[in-house]
Structures are given as C-alpha cells and as structure tokens.
C-alpha cells in the first residue's frame, strides 16, 4: 500500500492564479480530509468528506473547493490563489471506527 | 470553540525523560490523541486516550489524562535523538473528522 499520496510536493503561484492539490490513498478509506499547517497554529481543518459524493466545510474553507467523486481521490482546489494561503497541505484518511488518521507527507504552497 | 494549547518548544538531554503537557477546553472531549511530525514528513499517530481513563503506557510512552483540569501530558522515557520531532496534541467530541489540534511542541535532544 502506498497510503496517502500527495502531489506536488512544492508549489509556487502567483496571486490570482488557480491550483489543484492532489490526495489519494488506496487503503479504501470512507473518510479524508484536508489540513494547513501555519507556524505556532497547529493544523486546521479545510475541507472534509466522510465518503464518495459527500463533502462539507472545515475551520477555514474559504478560497477552497473540494470535491470527492471517488472513494481513492480527494483533490483541493485554489480558485484563485492570495498570499494568506501560504501553508503546507497535508490531506489525511481514516476508516470508520478507526481513529487514527493516516496523513500525506504535504504540499508546501507559497503564493507571491 | 475549541480550543488546544501547548507549550511551542522542549529542550531535553538524551537518556532524559521528557514530559510534554496539553491543555483543551471542550469538556466534551471524548477521545485525546498525540500525533508525532517528523521533518518533512505528516503526522503519525503516536497514541490516544480515551476521556474515561486517566493514563495510558505503551512502551516508552506514557499519557496521562486529568480530566477535571483539561490537561493531557505525554512522558517520553529516555528520550533518545530520533524523537527529536513536532508532538501535536489533538482532541475530538467523537466525530472524528472534527479533531482539533493545538499548535505543536517541537521536541530538541540534545546527544
């Protein structure tokens, strides 16, 4: 099992520009979501989806799109990217009644 | 809303033990977890406790849980140079798709 996978693993936008972070895993989990990780405030939720076809909005949704037409894929979209979004993405799943959640190694973002 | 907090920064010789502690203040946590970053890498689940227990031991780990002061510690018996990481605190209400993390603690050993 390669577990969760996340491409690219860096990235470099300008403002305004639009992206698709990339997250699959293949342990046939039901549940994935998506963090950023900012220096001293830990890791916060984005986006998240408890299986195929169902998604709803984290602690910091705005400027994000995700959508989940596959149990494996689970892709997070910029619309149209700003500064603030500099962070590393690390997109995460679990299995019900399983609490731990396995992560990808992360997308480090900067936007100029 | 939730809220979980924890000191940013350990220092600690190798062969010490190291106590990292928490503090939350949903008093409807149901499950407490610590998750280990190494650099470069995601997080990986080191151990949870559920809020009905007030220590758990795994090997060199030990979590204890003081549930009436909302306070969680991880104690790492002789801290060794490869657990130098970032140690996240984390709790959830049982929906666990809705865990919040506190911000890190980066663990330095000193050889």
């Known amino acids: 099992n390669a577990g969760v996978t996340q491409t690219p693993k860096f990235q470099v936008l300008k403002t305004g520009q639009s992206m698709t972070l990339q997250c699959a895993q293949d342990?046939?989990?039901?549940?994935m979501s998506w963090y950023r990780q900012d220096p001293g405030m830990g890791l916060r939720l984005i986006h998240y989806?408890?299986?195929?076809?169902?998604?709803d909005q984290g602690e910091v949704p705005n400027g994000y799109n995700v959508s989940r037409s596959t149990t494996e894929d689970f892709p997070l979209r910029l619309l149209s990217a700003a500064p603030s979004q500099t962070s590393v993405y690390f997109c995460?799943?679990?299995?019900?009644?399983?609490?731990?959640?396995?992560f990808g190694p992360g997308t480090r973002l900067t936007v100029l | 809303g939730e809220d979980v907090e924890q000191s940013l920064f350990l220092s600690v010789r190798e062969g010490d033990s190291s106590v990292i502690n928490c503090t939350y203040t949903?008093?409807?946590?149901?499950?407490l977890y610590w998750y280990k970053q190494e650099p470069g890498a995601g997080l990986q689940l080191l151990t949870y406790?559920?809020?009905?227990?007030d220590m758990k031991q795994d090997q060199r780990l030990t979590v204890l849980l003081n549930k009436k002061d909302k306070h969680l510690s991880l104690r790492i018996a002789d801290t060794q140079t490869g657990d130098s990481a970032i140690y996240f605190c984390?709790?959830?209400?049982?929906?666990?798709?809705?865990?919040?993390f506190g911000t890190g603690t980066k663990l330095q050993v000193i050889p």
């Open positions: 995460a799943s679990s299995s019900q009644g399983v609490h731990e959640q396995f």
């Open positions: 406790i559920f809020s009905n227990m």
């Open positions: 342990m046939n989990h039901e549940y």
């Open positions: 949903d008093s409807s946590s149901t499950y």
């Open positions: 984390a709790e959830s209400s049982g929906g666990y798709q809705k865990v919040t």
């Open positions: 989806s408890v299986g195929a076809g169902i998604t």
